[in-house]
């Protein structure tokens, strides 16, 4: 399904995936008002507030639009002026350069609302909600189908781009639909099939389209208390797996099938290996934790060094799962 609306014509750079620098030399603050919204961009906004790893500089321009309507007029704007557009969801898969990033950046952490049907068990859910509260929300309502996400701590935009997944399961595995804004603002409502579903990862990745929202089919009809029991044990496997007690991306790498990254790494040597303030997490070799003061460029750094050491030891060259945004100085 495709509806036209008039926000201008397409954006020349992709919204995501893209290296970027913020290369302002002033630095200076300002604020520009978007006409005909509630919604301003601002200038030199501070990234490190808005990402997992709690690192990175300021982005060029940022806005975070109430509604789709502001969401189009942003990205109007970004085409008229010629901007690079980043968008952003809770930034829980990035790493973002301490010199920070160019363009406009676009996040989506006030587009919220959702829907629940319940003669059908979907649910369609805005972009900007966050996984873990509606994984709650569900089990709340005897539905199962989603206890597996409550530890993946990101938006419902950024777990449709990433095909985020846990425990044997995925967003491919329940997504209905996902509407998707183009820069000329065409709204489409896609298919698994056509995002192009593989592991942790989507069509829409490296594309210049905005998720808006989703829709996810799940199963009605079972006892709250029971499937909030299941989801309860789900978060409390990952804490006692995985280090939620520092700041981190989550996986760092992509498994190599038929190993998984962890392994490897661990098998490396490199558990509690540190540069900076960046670390080897010692509960899960694919965890790089900040301990505290790092740089982004310290946990570029350490990125670089794990792919050196396994593939010297195993000759397999781990992807990196986290996007980075950016410059970034190799030692
Ligand atoms: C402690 C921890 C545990 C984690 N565990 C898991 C796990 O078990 N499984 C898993 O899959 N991941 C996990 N992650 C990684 C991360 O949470 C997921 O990748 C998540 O889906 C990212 O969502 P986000 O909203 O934070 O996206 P961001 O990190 O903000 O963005 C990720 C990418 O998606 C793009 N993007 C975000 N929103 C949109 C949108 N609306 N439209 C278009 N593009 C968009 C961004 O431009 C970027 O390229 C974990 C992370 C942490 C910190």
Redesign the pocket.
Known sequence: MKISQAVGNACTVP???VETQNNNPSRESKIIYLPGTNCEIKSQALLSAF??YRVGGAAELYVAPRNIEALQASLKYAQEHNLRV?????????LVSDRGISGLVIA?RHLRYNHFDHQTGQVTVA?GES?PSLAWEIAKLGWQGFEWAV?????V??????N???HNS?IADILVSAQVLSPDGTIETLTPEELGYAY?TSL??GSN????QATFQLQPGFDPAYVTATTRQHKQM?LTT?P?NFP????VFRNPKPYSAGWLIEQSGLKGYQIGGAQVAHLHANFIVNRGGAKANDIFCLIRHIQQEVQERWSILLEP?V?MLGEFQAA
Request: some cysteine; hydrophobic content about 35%.
């Open positions: 919204a995501s995936n990402t997992s980043t968008t952003l969801g809770a930034g829980s898969n990035l989506t972009a996984i530890g993946i701590p990101g938006t935009g950024g777990a449709v781009v990433m985020a997944g846990a995925c942790r829409l990745q389209r905005v998720v808006t990952r995985q939620y981190s991306c989550g996986s799962e996007k």
